[in-house]
C-alpha cells in the first residue's frame, strides 16, 4: 500500500526519514501499544512539511489512534511555528481510516510552478495530497 503511493507521487515523494517509535510516541501521540505495524516518513529538512504515516491499529485502537494524528494536526494548524509556504499547505492535511488502518497524509507540496497566493498553495496542497488518499482507497473497495 505505502509503495503504491510512493510510486503515484514518483519523484514528488518528498518524506525521506524513518520516524521512530519515540517520535511517533511523543510527538505524534501514537505509542506502540496502539498498532501492530506502522511506517512512518517525515522530512529530512526542516524546512519540507511532507509527511506521511500508516498505521495498522490493535483491535480496538483506530479510533485512538486517529484522535492522537488529529491532535497532532490541530497542533500544526493552532501552535507550531511554520514557514509561510508551509502554513498554507498543513490545512490540507489528511487524517483518515479504513478499519484498522489509518494514515496521517501531509503530502502537500506542489509538484511544478510554485502557487502565487496562499489560497493557491492551498489548493495546490489539497489537489497533491489527495492523490494518497485516492491510492489507498483503491485498497479497500
Known sequence: MVAAVKKAYGDGYLP??????????????????????????GPMLS??????????AKD??????????????QYLLDESMQYPMNAAKIPATQVYNFG???F???LVSPQGEEPESEEAYLEAAKKQNQIAYDTIAKFFS
Open 60 to 73: 480496538g485502537k483506530a479510533e485512538t489512534v486517529k484522535a492522537a494524528m488529529e491532535k497532532y494536526k
Open 47 to 56: 524546512f519540507q512539511i511532507d509527511t506521511f504515516i500508516a498505521v495498522k
Open 104 to 106: 496521517f497524509s501531509m
Open 16 to 41: 525521506n526519514m524513518t520516524i521512530d517509535e519515540d517520535v511517533l510516541a511523543e510527538q505524534y501521540g501514537i505509542k506502540k501499544n496502539m498498532y501492530e505495524e506502522v511506517i512512518a516518513e
Open 100 to 102: 484498522n488502518y489509518v
